[in-house]
């Protein structure tokens, strides 16, 4: 098939290199002219393991391209994806500035039936406003179809290549038809498609992050419970974890969640949910728990230096908001720095895939390791934020010798208490006494 993905962030440019690699001719549009330039010259513009691989395979065989003409890119295909970015407003809820610019712009280039599909994470209702941007300036056939992404960061190749499931939001059996060929290859062993109204799979997705976003604010409030009552917060997991009404994902304890996703659609189905006369209190709950969360761990080091972090020294391992990416979006880390730099600490940070999102965007107010054991270098503490692979089985001699105070502070629980122990260090981390 001949496919137009408008939008070349990260869903887009996944979405985009997917489809190619399962022999579609894929044209991906975006308005920024440097970005195109580095996509057409075979630089990938976001980091996510695996990515690269198949992106230049298929640049390179032709059939994934990149342009600046969405005019071109509307005329040649049969399908458009519109993976654009919805930001949250000032009172939390989705912004279609985008999307709807750009359907008003598809309307008046169309010539023929297409079908475009909303692939950005929207509220309901969008995909009627969508319809009426396009015929307000197009009279013949179209179909727009709502086709949420749930792709993981970090994972998010192998997440689209081979979906749990697709869903699909279309009342016409012209576009599902066409849907269900496109997607035949992502569903040969046998997950299933669903389809439904474009009403319930726009609030699919948000239903979705919404209650996975749940899943963790309520572990780290057990967690809270954990250091209070003695009980081990690791323990409780696995007890629970077990019940398969519950599962074992998304019940592991930390500083909060972040990331593009969990963040701005939690606070954009308490929006919609208002504007239908419905105080969403679950999901205004979550909110405050993770906010608190994200600074549960630099209290602990206050508390620790006796509420006086003037001059102290802090090691940070971690940067993004989760490990695989170099997405810095809602991360705790940059929140625990800027509380920790209000206190009056000094900080030196090591991430092995964010740091030059981080410099762009808060500069040099803290200082940058070219590895993690570097950052220990005169530290008086170690403060881990992400769970990057490498920081799970250190070097603890090293460690030892770059950081005598022997202090570590993990948000992301990767030791063994017991084992810390024993080498002498001094171990805090969530949910354990």
Partial sequence: MKIAVVGTGYVGLVTGTCFAETGNKVICVDIDSPKVEKLNAGQITIYEPG???????????????????????VEDAEIIFLALPTPPGTDGSADLKYILSVADHIGKILKGYKVIVNKSTVPVGTADKVSAA????????????????????????????????????????????????????????????????EQSSELTKYAANSFLATKISFMNEIAQLCERMGADVDMVRRGIGSDGRIGKHFLYPGIGYGGSCFPKDVQALIQSAGRVNYSF???????????????????????????NLQGKKIALWGLAFKPNTDDIREAPALEMIQSFLKAGAIITAYDPEAIPNVKNQIGDIIHYASNQYEALDGADILVIATEWSEFRAPDFELIEKRLPSKVIFDGRNLFEIEHLRKLGFKYICIGKK
Avoid: W
């Fill in 51 to 73: 990515l690269e691989k198949i992106f230049l395979r298929n640049t390179r065989e032709g059939r994934l391209k990149f342009t600046t003409n969405l005019e071109k890119a």
């Fill in 134 to 197: 396009i015929a307000s300036n197009y009279k013949g056939e179209f179909d727009v179809v709502s086709n949420p992404e749930f792709l993981r960061e970090g994972v998010a190749v192998e997440d689209f290549l081979k979906p749990d499931r697709v869903v699909i939001g279309t009342q016409s059996e012209r576009a599902k038809e066409i849907m269900k060929s496109l997607y035949a290859p992502f569903v040969s062993e046998g997950n299933p498609i669903i389809y439904m109204n």
């Fill in 281 to 307: 209190e679950i999901l205004k709950a979550v909110e405050k728990v993770n906010a608190y969360q994200k600074l549960h761990l630099v209290e602990k080091v206050r508390s620790f230096c006796q509420n």
